[in-house]
């Protein structure tokens, strides 16, 4: 467990202030050491160039002056030439002249000789390129060795090879070490104490603020700081105040909030165990409205699908009404004129009676069509969508809209026929208004029937331009309806998605298609049961 600052003996109040001295020093140490590791090397690199630059200078003008005097062997002239630079500048410790032929010459300050070459030879490389730079004698002492390779005309001689006194070197990096000293020395006792006075004068009211924080956070709200700055210190010490000041109203607020919800709960205490008390009574007068409201609605839905039947036997018994008429127009003419025979007379009579049969027989298809049925059974799909359609078949062909049902004659359906057919009677009836409500040039009305496993998926699916993405999410709450008033009860649907969602455990969904309107039925397939 990590022990707390305090424990240590470490205020809270001088964290921020250690830390801050800390990262000042740190950094003010970090670019001190970061000079250093800087000019030293760049130092280091001039010295040697202004080394590289005097024994570049001492071994062309030995070269020059003693060009003649080397290709005529005249080493008298060499020596003697080499000693007087020697003498004029006191930092060469020795000029070693190497020919290609013959022993090498050695010339310091205190004479001269010749080496042989078992004792001492230039290296390959010198009597081609230039080579310099600090060597490490034998002895231990270093010096500053310039090589050089000697020609004439293009042609190699030999090589020059000179040594330089380091001792001025050193002396210069010893000087630039203690000069740097004393500059990190004089940035530590003058910026230091800079940076812990502005450490100081940072931290100080920061901690001023921490500790009335740390008051406040104890519930005491009187705290406030008092910080005559202007700068954002002085701006956070004001803001300090003021969110105390809100602190403490807000605290004022909350309890007279506390008292208002208090005498609330009470009164509302007091209106429970009053609710509770007539709480029967209440549940029941709300079923009973249910009741009545649902009863009202069933009403509603059937007086709508009568309504569609009676239209739909109109359109039914319209043309055999028109030929009815017909033939009594004809018995007359033919009676008239004398023409009408007991043979034409059975022919129209016969023709009457099929007439007449045919609209008795419209009517019993619609009797048993809205036949109550009070049991779930398993009904065949397809003949219970045919009813359907030819209940509408007059409707549509009166208004052109051509059907087409695409169906498995097997299929089967588990639930009470009739209020199956109610649906496909609302939901055919719902695509018929849509329809002639958009007056498409070429209507259509297409019913599909699949199986998907376990269930059925039934579309119902029309060309009249879709139902407005605004209402589409209303169209199966009850009393909605898009058609003028007196035209539409708003029941239909929702009547038609009661029975399928309710009674037939499956589910009515609706959505719009590139050019109408599609209904889905999901239910149970019998076989499924």
């Known amino acids: 467990m990590n022990m707390p600052l305090q424990t240590a003996g470490i205020r809270p109040t001088n964290r921020i202030f250690l830390r801050v001295f800390g990262v000042f020093g740190s950094l003010l140490l970090g670019m001190t050491v970061l000079y250093g590791l800087l000019i030293i090397p760049l130092q280091h690199d001039s010295l040697l160039k202004v080394m590289y630059s005097q024994a570049a200078t001492v071994s062309r003008s030995i070269i020059q002056a003693c060009s003649d005097a080397m290709l005529t062997d005249d080493f008298g002239f060499i020596v003697e030439h080499n000693l007087q630079v020697l003498q004029s500048n006191q930092s060469i410790q020795s000029v070693v ?19 042989e070459d078992s004792r001492e030879k230039a290296p390959k490389e010198a009597f081609e390129n230039e080579t310099f730079g600090l060597v490490t004698d034998g002895k231990g002492q270093s010096h500053y060795r310039y090589v050089m390779p000697i020609r004439f005309s293009g042609v190699p001689w030999g090589a020059m090879q000179i040594d330089f006194n380091t001792s ?10 203690r000069h740097l000293t004393l500059i990190s020395l004089l940035v530590v006792t003058t910026i230091l104490p800079v940076g ?34 202007n700068d954002e210190i002085g701006q956070l010490s004001q803001n300090f105040n003021k969110m105390v000041d809100a602190l403490q109203q807000s605290r004022d607020q909350l309890q007279d909030s506390n008292q208002e919800l208090e005498r609330k709960v009470s009164e509302r205490t007091r209106e429970l165990d009053e609710l509770n008390r007539t709480l029967d009574q209440r549940i029941r007068d709300e079923i009973f409205q249910r009741k009545a409201q649902e ?50 007379m059975d022919r129209m009579q016969e023709k009457s009676n099929q007439l007449v049969n045919r609209m008795s027989s419209t009517i019993d298809e619609f009797r ?7 049991h779930a059974e398993a009904f065949n799909l397809a003949n219970a969508i ?55 040039p070429s209507p259509e009305i297409q019913l599909r029937a699949v199986r ?60 719009n298609t590139g050019k109408g309107a599609r209904f889905t039925l999901d239910l149970l397939a019998a076989q499924s049961i």
């Open 295 to 344: 009863n009202l609605l069933i009403h509603q839905s059937r007086l709508a699908a009568m309504g569609e039947m009676i239209g739909a036997i109109a359109h039914q018994w319209r043309q055999p009404l028109n030929a009815l008429s017909l033939v009594m127009q004809n018995i007359r003419m033919q009676h008239s004129m004398g023409t009408l025979t007991d043979q034409s």
């Open 196 to 229: 812990y006075f502005f450490a100081r004068w940072l931290t100080r009211p920061i901690a001023t603020i921490s500790d009335a924080a740390s008051r406040v956070a104890s519930g005491d709200l009187a705290a406030h700081v008092t910080i005559q700055r």
């Open 97 to 115: 002249i190497f020919p290609k032929r013959g022993a090498a010459m050695r010339i310091a300050p205190n004479g001269w000789d010749m080496l």
């Open 452 to 511: 998907a496993g376990s269930r059925v998926l039934i579309d119902v699916e029309d060309n009249g331009g879709g139902i407005d993405p605004q209402i589409i999410g209303k169209i199966f709450e009850p009393y909605f309806t898009t058609k003028e008033e007196g035209k539409g009860t708003g029941i239909g649907l929702y009547m038609s998605k009661m029975i399928v969602d309710g009674n037939m455990n499956g589910r009515l969904t609706v959505a």
């Open 168 to 177: 001025e070197y050193d002396a210069n990096i010893a000087d630039m070490y």
């Open 368 to 374: 048993n069509f809205f036949k109550p049925g009070k």
């Open 386 to 440: 045919r009813a359907s359609i030819d209940i509408m078949d007059g409707v549509f062909k009166n208004h052109a809209i051509a059907l087409t049902l695409e169906c498995d004659e097997a299929m089967e359906l588990f639930g009470v026929q009739g209020e199956f057919s109610q649906v496909m009677l609302n939901l055919l009836s719902n695509a018929k208004d849509a329809l002639i409500q958009s007056k498409q």
